[in-house]
T-cell receptor
Framework: DAKTTQPTSMDCAEGRAANLPCNHS???????VYWYRQIHSQGPQYIIH???NNETNEMASLIITEDRKSSTLILPHATLRDTAVYYC?????????????FGGGTRVLVKP | GAGVSQSPSNKVTEKGKDVELRCDPI?????LYWYRQSLGQGLEFLIY????????KSGLPSDRFSAERTGGSVSTLTIQRTQQEDSAVYLC????????????FGPGTRLTVT
């Protein structure tokens, strides 16, 4: 799996959009970008994933650059409950056994 | 609907004792994963079950660790002769055979070996 690089931490004002960057310059053509988050004392939670097109669901939007070497997760209206560690993962979608390996992630603190 | 459940939520055991951790996946999910997460660390894959196939045990750290999945549903992770370095949160996840096959995690079992 390609390596990802994320900022260690980020603060965000409640009600504002939170833009979380992720660099994955060694991504290969069949690798997808996945985002998970982990709220304190809870198990990880899937957010969104994409290959090359921008994606949006009820939780967030995912913007992937044209060269696919970086992406941005957007939480459109951050709430206090969005305070969590956010993990960007790059992996082949249909690999046998989708083992997840989380690095350090970005610790997001949403402030009132 | 019901999510992934794990029990116990917390377990304190003495060094050298055996422990069993249980995972109930989401009904209909054919894939089941065990991970562990040490304090402040990322996620470490342990073992993966997919249907009736042989499990992928490549992440188990030693032969003291084993897991089984009965009837394609409930899974038990067993740690024999526990050591202090086994202290961690043990997370179970399951995923549907349908795309996008995202993994749904349980709340975890916090294991403390004294």
């Amino acid at each position: 799996d390609a390596k990802t690089t994320q900022p260690t931490s980020m603060d965000c004002a409640e009600g504002r959009a939170a833009n979380l960057p992720c660099n994955h310059s060694t991504i290969s053509g069949n690798e997808y970008v996945y985002w998970y988050r982990q709220i304190h004392s809870q198990g990880p939670q899937y957010i969104i994933h994409g290959l090359k097109n921008n994606e949006t669901n009820e939780m967030a939007s995912l913007i992937i650059t044209e060269d696919r070497k970086s992406s941005t997760l957007i939480l459109p209206h951050a709430t206090l409950r969005d305070t969590a560690v956010y993990y960007c993962i790059v992996r082949v979608w249909k690999a046998a056994g989708n083992k997840l390996t989380f690095g350090g992630g970005t610790r997001v603190l949403v402030k009132p | 609907g019901a999510g992934v459940s794990q029990s116990p939520s917390n377990k304190v055991t003495e060094k050298g004792k055996d422990v069993e951790l249980r995972c109930d996946p989401i009904s209909g999910h054919t894939a089941l994963y065990w991970y562990r997460q040490s304090l402040g660390q990322g996620l470490e894959f342990l073992i993966y079950f997919q249907g009736n196939s042989a499990p992928d045990k490549s992440g188990l750290p030693s032969d003291r660790f084993s897991a089984e999945r009965t009837g394609g549903s409930v899974s038990t992770l067993t740690i024999q002769r526990t050591q202090q370095e086994d202290s961690a949160v043990y997370l179970c996840a399951s995923s549907s055979p349908q795309e996008p096959r995202e993994q749904y995690f349980g709340p975890g079992t916090r294991l403390t070996v004294t």
